[in-house]
């Protein structure tokens, strides 16, 4: 940043744009709340309002204002449910209009990198995308860390003259909000009002959610990931069986993604997946992209194993098996299962 | 005219392929990637096949719409061989160093220029930037209804519009008429491939290029100039971890890994 102008006179709040699903606030909602809390109070105080646009949400917005939002927009109303571009994105950009807030920050959900362009067209705003690091200076001025070329280049991004700032985070960046005791205030907007003169030129008829089987790879303790080197459907589920018997998550590789041998796209971790931050991740064929890397650079333990001697993925790793995995998986399943003391059955493909 | 017409927003990228290459000017801190081949988006790809089983279906027209420097304009012969009827090509250096906002700019006066339009289909995301911006961006500054992340269409001949887009862990059935802006996944469709008569039809197809008199886009709302977002320092992250290779065989090597799962308590 040389030579600018800055627009640093005005700090403004930090606003969160929350999210539901299932009934439950998504967990990046929680998670970019964390990271607003930790910001204002980095950059000395400053209040940190969420917004919540949906239908019967009461409940939701209590909680946020549990977690630490100083103040809770609430916009609940029938038209408002299911998640519609339309109808979010005028309630949103009319309430920061009247609101003026400093910085927005959306979770880069499939609904928010939808929503947060929008809201940013209509409001004449930068947005930086799916970033994977925030930081607010003292005088209100945003820091967005995205990164480009499938994981290989950082960059800094800054909306030095327009307000607000706004951001979408990739999920699973930062750490939540606990739930507090706090009481932040509800504020209930008149919804009717908000959504007066718009155009409704979309109508979401139904909606279908498919509540993937086993644990959710984001709050998974242990992580079994697979790679273009298992090189099947069948072999992926010796993937499955271990992630099962250690009560963990099955994750993947875009090209395995792509392959089809993965339970689906909800499994991928990487730039344009997830990200994972299990206490132990077991690799297994991944040659070790940074598209991949960076969905994993959090976790506590990071074990690969690749027959490939000069596979990538050992620099990014703390312990390197050269090997087969066909030989590996097998033998720690009949390990694991001694060790807890169940059946010593045998595995299949061995 | 019968049938839709229907633009189709093409990127070229660097080849993906190459992203080992993208290096960073140690001394002015600026990217280079010089010596990378362009290719064409890949989400784009599956865009442009949608657009042309619709004009299977219903008849009409594609436009391809690219906003990229000339010399990167002959990466949409490769498109119009896949199909589609002409090229635009918007170019001009005052579009340099654009933020999604602005190139949307740049985009929708592209776009007013061909039109009337009934559908825009644009890839989803780029692979070089990856923002999912655009498709929305495009949408909201044009006027009209806008989807990202469709992953199913399916257009009647009075050009109402059932779509389904994706959401996590499942997906919403949207419906809606044209005309609409539309960003789609790759799980949408399977590309064709480029037969050699589409090589040889894409030599007689035009390519118009349009700068920004052409377009009359007020310059001081594109290139870096009109953008809202400003690049600051550049790095090369490192997720290098200590590399300690586990000894011995096999078996060697499972209690080896069994040990780490103990110690770090997910196991046993």
Not at chain 1, 20 to 43: D, F, H, N
Not at chain 2, 45 to 50: F, G, M, N, S, W
Request: with cysteine.
């Amino acid at each position: 940043m040389t030579g600018e102008a800055k627009v640093p006179d005005r700090k403004g709040a930090i606003w969160i744009v929350a999210e539901q699903a299932g009934g439950k606030l998504a967990p990046v909602s929680l998670e970019i709340l964390g990271q607003a809390l930790r910001m204002a109070r980095e950059a000395g105080g400053g209040e940190v309002a969420a917004v919540l646009v949906g239908k019967d949400a009461g409940a939701l917005a209590g909680e946020l204002a549990a977690c630490g939002a100083d103040k809770v927009f609430l916009a609940d109303d029938r038209r408002l449910s299911p998640y519609q571009n339309d109808t979010h994105g005028a309630v949103l950009a009319k309430l920061i209009e009247r609101e003026d807030p400093g910085v927005v920050l959306f979770g880069a959900s499939a609904c928010g990198e939808e929503l947060a362009p929008t809201v940013a067209a209509r409001l004449d705003t930068g947005l930086g995308a799916h970033c994977t690091d925030l930081d607010l200076s003292a005088d209100g001025l945003l820091m967005m860390g995205v990164l480009g070329f499938g994981g290989r280049v950082h960059t800094e991004m800054f909306c030095p003259m327009r307000r607000p700032q706004m951001a979408s985070v990739k999920p699973g960046m930062f750490q939540p909000a606990p739930r507090g005791e706090r009481t932040g205030t509800v504020v209930r907007e008149d919804v009717a009002g908000l959504l007066e003169g718009e155009r409704i030129r979309l109508r979401a008829v139904k909606v279908v959610q498919e509540e993937p089987g086993g644990v959710p790879l984001e709050g998974a303790e242990v992580v079994v990931a697979g790679g273009f080197g298992i090189g099947g459907k069948e072999p992926w589920a010796l993937l499955e069986d271990l992630a099962r018997e250690l009560s963990g998550a099955v994750g993947c590789t875009r090209p395995a993604l792509d392959e089809g041998w993965t339970p689906g796209d909800h499994t991928m971790i990487g730039t344009s997946g997830k990200t994972v931050r299990p206490k132990v991740y077991l690799g297994f064929g991944i040659s070790g992209s940074p598209h991949h890397m960076v969905g994993i650079k959090d976790a506590g333990v990071i074990v690969s194993v690749n027959n490939d001697p000069r596979a990538p993925v050992f620099e990014s790793s703390d312990y390197c098996v050269v090997s087969d995995f066909r030989k590996i998986v097998p033998a720690l399943l009949r390990e694991i299962r001694k060790v807890k003391g169940g059946d010593v059955g045998q595995p299949s493909l061995v | 005219m019968s049938g839709f017409h229907i633009v189709v927003l093409v990127k070229p990228v660097p080849d993906p392929g190459c992203y080992d290459r993208v290096e960073i000017d140690p001394a002015t801190g600026v990217l280079a990637r010089q010596g990378m081949p362009s290719v064409l988006n890949p989400s784009d790809r599956h865009a442009l096949e949608e657009a042309l089983v619709l004009q299977e279906r219903h008849g009409g027209r594609v436009t391809l719409v690219s906003m990229t420097p000339e010399s990167s304009a002959e990466t949409l012969r490769e498109a119009l061989a896949m199909g589609g009827d002409e090229a635009v090509v918007l170019s001009d250096r005052v579009f340099a160093g654009s933020d999604s906002l602005a190139t949307s700019r740049v985009l929708a006066a592209g776009i007013a220029k061909v039109a009337p339009f009934d559908l825009v289909l644009a890839g989803n995301e780029s692979a070089d930037g990856g923002t999912v911006h655009v498709p929305s961006q495009v949408g909201e500054l044009l006027g009209v209804a806008h989807l990202a992340n469709v992953i199913r269409l399916e257009v009647d001949a009075d050009g109402s519009v059932r779509a389904r887009t994706r959401i996590e862990n499942g997906y919403v059935e949207v419906e809606g008429a044209f005309p609409m802006v539309l960003g789609v996944r790759r799980e949408i469709n399977t590309p064709r491939y480029t037969s050699l008569m589409g090589v040889i039809a894409s030599q007689g197809k035009p390519i118009r290029v349009l700068g920004a008199e052409d377009l009359g886009v007020d310059r001081s709302g594109v290139g870096m100039e009109g953008s809202n977002m400003r690049p600051g320092k550049l790095s090369r992250p490192s997720y290098r971890r200590k590399g300690e290779r586990v000894k011995g065989d096999p078996e060697e090597a499972v209690l080896r890994i069994v040990g780490i799962l103990r110690a770090e308590g997910v196991l046993g």
